[in-house]
């Protein structure tokens, strides 16, 4: 891997802004959100220390957009490369996990694809992960070792840049002027930044501590009551599932334009009561707690089984977002005691 | 494949219409154009798989095609007025225009039947996805044991394909058996749901079979059939979701960790006894 050193963020954003569309976190209070880079801005931009509050998702698989247009010929959009800046470690697990439903090979979906081959993804470590984040309980953790073009570590003084693809190589060589050779120091320094944002993790999560797989503990429990009781809370909102990065359902319905037909994609959530009912008026998730055992066994269960990894990144984002205050830490945690208390039973019978 | 793209749909033009009772129509459908695909090579598609048929501007569902593969230049499609984009097929006219995707979805896996006896229990338009198979059995007839088709519907004007099911009958060690649900004036034939009509095929229960209807149907058939002798792997049904994009993504049609619209909507009942869900 090539490492360089950046002073200040600048220079680099600026440069990649003249190239393409640039994305940048913009904080909004507590949060970030991204915005447009304008280069013009001569404030230095913002580094978020933490996850941007929107999902990446939102970049790869807009909220709404036209997936054909009958009688179309192509069926892939005209899509420009643009980069997005401060992207951490879960959300380039999530493209990942994106990537295993719309890049299957026998059902490409074109709209994704397109957008996904021109992204240029610039991420950057973790630092101060939220009372919300879990990564380190789904096999995270708050720096990337792959998914990305370019990284940043930030250090003191400036930030380490790694490329990690063709393109992002390409952008450090071509751009050598904006950085300098890495300081002898830096990696160590780094390396002790890492592991402290990880021992913050597991402090944050300390109460969390499970005795089983998720995965097991989710199928364990199928027939627990705590998914009605813990759904007690919800108000259907549908939130967790749009601020979820990886959460992909999606609705089709055609429309009638002045001159043509088109076929539009959007987002849906199966949290939605009508999600998964059938013409005929049968509805087979119809009770809100099997819709929520339903959301977490296609997170933890079926698409492990599926695609070989989980469907959740632990970014936290649900917790935050929920307007009734659910916690799936705190609802794992309870499936957890309650698996043990099953073993233990099965045991002394 | 019929269409190489995975969302644009193929546009047919409905070469004819046959109004099989009051709310079923059968739409035979020939594509506009040949472009980069067509229909006229048998391998198509499969017995049990069905397309995404699109009324334009109106929306897309999910529909079984119940022409035979060996059917060549065109496919068939048996719809239902259940509202919606069903509803709205009941208004289209011969050369009108509509829009196909697909064909989705697995099949019903016909040649592990090859060399064996095969029965076909159909509940009122469940009968269409079977008629796919069954016209594909009786084109091959040499490479089956016994058939039997038992049909249930619920009033003599519900029964569809009626003038086939006569035909099927003349064929050479094919049963027939028809039933409707309650006595009618002018109807000498049986009456009582489909199950009744499972004491006619005891003999058969090493053979395969082939189920589809409305679920409380198969519900009450997989008992009978169990209770028969007959073996798990060897009922063949297929499930209802709601179906959205048909490829594998959009997440409407799980169940359990299976998507009906490509890991089926064909499975054997020791599958779904597997997934541990309601038919």
Known sequence: MDKVFLKNLKPLLDAIAEQMELYVPKKLGDYYSFSRYKPADSAEPVFNNIRVSSPAKEFLFPMREMAAVYGGKAETPDIKPFAVFGLKNCDLRGIKILDCVFKEEEFLDPSYVARRDNMFIISSDCFDPAETCFCNMVGGQPFAEEGFDLNLSKVKGGFIVEAGSEKGQKFVKDNMRIFTDLPADAESERDQIRKKSRTRLDEINAEYLLDNPINEIVEGCYDSPLFEEEAGVCVECQGCTRVCPTCHCFYLYDTKQKDYFGKMKMWDSCMRCDYAAVAGGENPRKILGDRSRHRLMHKFVYFLERYGIEMCVGCGRCVEGCAGGSEVRQLLKKLNEELKDKKHTKVTK | ?279
């Not at chain 2, 598609?45 to 065109?74: R, T």
């Open chain 2, 1 to 279: 494949m019929f269409n190489s793209r995975t969302y644009i749909p193929r546009a047919t033009i409905i070469q004819d219409i046959e109004d099989l009772t009051y709310d079923t129509r059968l739409f035979r459908l020939k594509f506009k154009g040949l472009g980069d695909c067509d229909n006229s090579s048998e391998s198509d598609y499969e017995p049990g798989q069905f397309v995404q048929v699109s009324v334009l501007g109106m929306g897309e569902a999910p529909i079984s095609i119940c022409s035979s593969p060996k059917d060549k230049g065109f496919f068939e499609l048996c719809v239902r007025n259940t509202g919606g984009v069903t509803g709205a097929m009941q208004k289209l006219e011969k050369g009108d225009e509509i829009g196909v995707r697909g064909p989705y979805g697995n099949n019903f896996a016909i040649e592990k039947a090859t060399g064996r006896d095969c029965a076909f229990i159909a509940g009122g338009i469940g009968l269409a996805p079977l008629r796919s198979v069954i016209k594909y059995v009786t084109a091959k007839r040499a490479d089956y044991g016994k058939l039997a088709i038992l049909y249930g519907a619920r009033t003599k004007e519900d029964i569809v394909f009626a003038d086939e099911l006569s035909q099927w009958a003349q064929i050479e060690s094919v049963e027939v058996h028809l039933t409707i649900d309650e006595p009618q004036e002018a109807w000498t034939g049986r009456t009582g749901v489909v199950t009744t009509l499972i004491g006619e095929i005891s003999d058969m229960s090493e053979g395969k079979c082939f189920v589809c209807g409305p679920p409380i149907m198969i519900h009450f058939t997989i008992k009978e059939l169990l209770d028969a002798g007959w073996t798990e792997e060897n009922i063949i049904m297929t499930l209802e979701r709601h179906m959205k994009c048909g490829v594998g993504k959009c997440g409407h049609c799980y169940i359990g960790d299976k998507y009906v619209c490509t890991d089926g909507p064909v499975f054997t009942y020791s599958q779904i006894n597997a997934l541990e869900v309601e038919v």
